[in-house]
């Protein structure tokens, strides 16, 4: 008889804290957990009582990394609640700090974060001692997404001040955003080489049959705006996603764990499921080097979401250049809202998945109730299903390496488990 | 000439948003200097080296909000030569330092429907509460400029250069027209320590203390100015004093005046 327990009680290379526990009885999986740890930060109670205006400088504080999801998801509920509907210079606006943060948190993601797993390195650092030049264009590319994200978002990219309820509260000049184009040019050859670089690794052969859930627009890739859409037909506007999505407080796992309804299904949010979804929404630059890179219409094999993002990259940097290349200062910065009682959803792609907001205001503007499902609580369930799985075809593997092609199988998702407005701390059940 | 070992640094997260150790690998045109200068020896957000200490230098995010965390920084400063904490949560409490002000045991009704599954302090609180600091780091976030400044002075033995005066006195640097002055705008920035650069009222808007409260601040001069000149009524001042410092002493005392 075997047991084999496989623990790591601090994932590496995550955005916040987690832990994995599997536990393996002759050869037969008993469990497997794939926890948070990151303790409760309580947003959604106190965020009630606080203005609508200043909701979007709080939410940001969700997430380091994707502050802009935090920020546009709510500043789109606020504005879905009173009515206001943003000129496309300001829809444009805010589609390139997106991108900004898309390219930053991509570029972290597969140079620093999960390409190291392929390697076989521990991280980054051992990552430039053999390859110098290579980080250094991944550290360039990363501060292109950030460069624009100051230019739009006021001068910092964690945190930015710029995003306002209406629009922003300073517009920037056509010089300012000019500025950014010989970079974009370049950040788009350095996308095509990252998509030959991570194309070229080896990937675990394991395949999944997904339920995928992203946003999709008539005329974009969606990013920050679109109808909740799957691959198994559901096609739904924001006020009806509360109908067909839940979460629950799972004892075994110790964490919120988010389901389709009915019958508590697992469902993908993240590159993949948007690559599938949206696939004819691509850049037709950014398409032919998908297939260059060998992937089809859909990616079902998690451990290729790495070249998805280098895909998704690359057209975030077009799209970005495309918008910097056209723009024109608006008439006004922002619409000024009037206030009145009312319930607002909004929801866009964080860099790893759907960010869902729900708020409910009085008629001082004060917040009554909110809601904020963020992406990696969606995949949770569907990570914990990937695990089982990896580790089913991989039992020959020794401990170390298993455990690490686990952890390797969580980064896939570029888990961002400091989302803690209700992420649990895991207890592990001693037996 | 002998090669001496390169100071080891350690980064530990707490309760936050990962954005201050983010920070460092923000430092792109910096970084590899940074790792060439030191042996990153942990830090779980970039490398799976799980190096034991003793540290150098440990640079620590997030405040303490549950009895593992208060267990846990204890034994880190008891493994590292200095210890520096890094942003709002670590010097102040944080975002979830609002938990201070009410019970804690009605959040965990609001956000979770098995509270009894979760294990939580009542407070959020700074890690200077728990431990002592060598140097506190402010800001939500804080300025990555700021931090290679700090490590460089812990590095090289001298004292950081960071000042403590208040953000007015960037926006004048920068020749910043007052927004408050200008356009009747509340800001902050006359009580907030100085370290963004002057954001926010060069993107004109008032500053919202990211950087908390500055050396001997006047917080109840400037409420006055927010409550009559510019006609805001007391809920509006008290939750400008409570955000992400709302738990640093100046600002807390202030928005206490306010209920």
């Known amino acids: 008889m075997t ?60 997430c380091g990394i994707c502050p802009i999801a935090y920020q546009m998801g709510s500043i ?33 993601h597969v140079y620093m974060l999960h390409a190291p797993d392929f390697l076989g390195l521990a991280d980054a650092i051992q990552l430039a001692k053999s390859n110098r030049d290579l980080v250094q264009k991944a550290l360039r590319l990363k501060k292109i997404g950030n460069d624009l994200l100051e230019a739009v978002g006021g001068g910092r990219a964690i945190h930015p001040v710029n995003m306002r ?61 679109g109808r909740v859409v799957s691959n198994r037909g559901l096609d739904i506007d924001l006020p009806q996603f509360l109908d067909h999505f839940d979460e629950e407080h799972v004892k075994h796992s110790n964490a919120l764990h988010g389901f389709q309804k009915p019958g508590k299904q697992p469902y993908h949010v993240g590159p993949l499921a948007r690559f599938a979804i949206n696939y004819d929404k691509l850049h037709p630059e950014a398409q032919s080097s998908a297939k260059e890179a060998g992937l ?11 070249v998805v993002r280098a895909v998704e990259i690359l057209q975030v940097c077009l799209d970005a250049l495309a918008i910097a290349k056209n723009y024109q200062e608006p008439a006004r910065p922002y619409t000024e809202p009037v206030v009145k009682a009312a319930v607002g959803h909004g929801c866009t792609e ?18 009554k109730a909110a809601r904020i499902i963020p992406p990696t ?50 207890t592990v059940d001693r037996e | 000439m002998t090669t001496r070992a390169k100071p080891r640094l350690g980064v530990f997260k707490f309760s936050s948003c990962d954005g201050c150790q983010l920070s460092l690998l923000d430092c792109e045109l910096e970084l590899l200097a940074v790792t060439d200068a030191v042996e990153i020896a942990y830090f779980l957000e970039a490398t799976r080296k799980d190096m034991k200490g003793p540290f150098d230098v440990v640079l620590v995010e997030g405040s303490i909000t549950t009895p593992h965390e208060a267990e846990l ?30 019970d804690v045991n009605g959040f965990l009704d609001i956000v979770y429907a098995r509270p009894d599954y979760i294990e939580t302090l009542e407070t959020a609180t700074p890690i200077a509460e728990h431990v002592a600091v060598d140097f506190e780091l402010r800001g939500c976030p804080i300025n990555k400029h700021q931090l290679l400044e700090v ?32 356009k009747g705008i509340a800001c902050l920035g006359p009580v907030t320590q100085a370290g963004c650069g002057g954001l926010c009222p060069a993107t004109h808007r008032g500053c919202f203390g990211c950087f908390g409260p500055m050396e001997t601040p006047n917080t109840g001069a400037l409420a006055d100015r927010f409550l009559g000149e510019l006609k805001q009524d007391k809920g509006t001042v008290q939750r400008a004093f409570r955000s992400f410092n709302a738990n640093a002493p100046a600002f807390r005392e202030e928005s206490l005046k306010h209920d």
């Not at chain 1, 089809?296 to 790495?306: D, E, L, T, W, Y």
């Open chain 2, 151 to 182: 490590l460089n002075a812990f590095l090289n033995k001298r004292k950081p250069n960071i000042p403590h005066y208040a953000e007015c006195i960037e926006c004048k640097q920068r020749g910043t027209v007052c927004v408050m002055v200008a």
């Open chain 1, 350 to 367: 964080a860099p790893r998945g759907i960010c869902f907001h729900r708020y409910e205001i009085d008629d001082q503007g004060l917040v």
């Open chain 1, 76 to 108: 789109q509920a606020m504005e879905n609640a009173l009515g206001i509907q943003v000129p496309a210079p300001i829809r444009d606006l805010r589609r390139l700090a997106y991108c900004g943060e898309w390219i930053e948190s991509h570029a972290l």
């Open chain 1, 296 to 306: 089809g219409s859909v990616v079902r094999n998690p451990f290729k979401s790495i």
């Open chain 2, 73 to 102: 920084i204890r034994q880190i400063r008891k493994s590292t030569k200095a210890l520096i904490t890094i942003g709002a949560c670590a010097t102040s409490g944080g975002i979830q330092a609002l938990r201070n002000f009410t």
């Open chain 1, 165 to 225: 309820v209406g629009g922003f509260y300073r517009t920037p000049t056509k010089a300012e955003i000019q500025a950014l184009i010989p970079d974009l040019e370049w950040a788009i050859q350095a996308s095509h080489d990252t998509i030959r670089l991570v194309g070229g690794f080896d990937f675990p052969d394991i395949e999944q049959n997904y339920t995928f859930v992203a946003l999709r627009h008539e005329r974009e890739y969606a990013i920050h705006e």
């Open chain 1, 3 to 62: 047991n084999r327990v496989i623990k790591v009680d601090a994932l590496a290379r995550v955005e916040g804290e987690g832990s994995l526990y599997v536990r393996v009885k002759d050869k037969e999986i008993k469990e497997v957990r794939f926890g948070i740890f990151e303790p409760p930060r309580f947003f959604e109670a106190f965020l009630q009582g606080r203005s609508f205006m200043e909701v979007p400088d709080i939410t940001a504080r969700i």
């Open chain 1, 377 to 426: 609580a969606q995949n949770q369930k569907q990570i914990e299903n990937d695990l089982f799985k990896v580790v089913s075809a991989n039992m020959a593997l020794s401990d170390e390496d298993l455990k690490w092609r686990c952890e390797q199988a969580i980064r896939n998702y570029d888990p961002c488990i400091s989302c803690a407005t209700h992420f649990l701390k895991l």
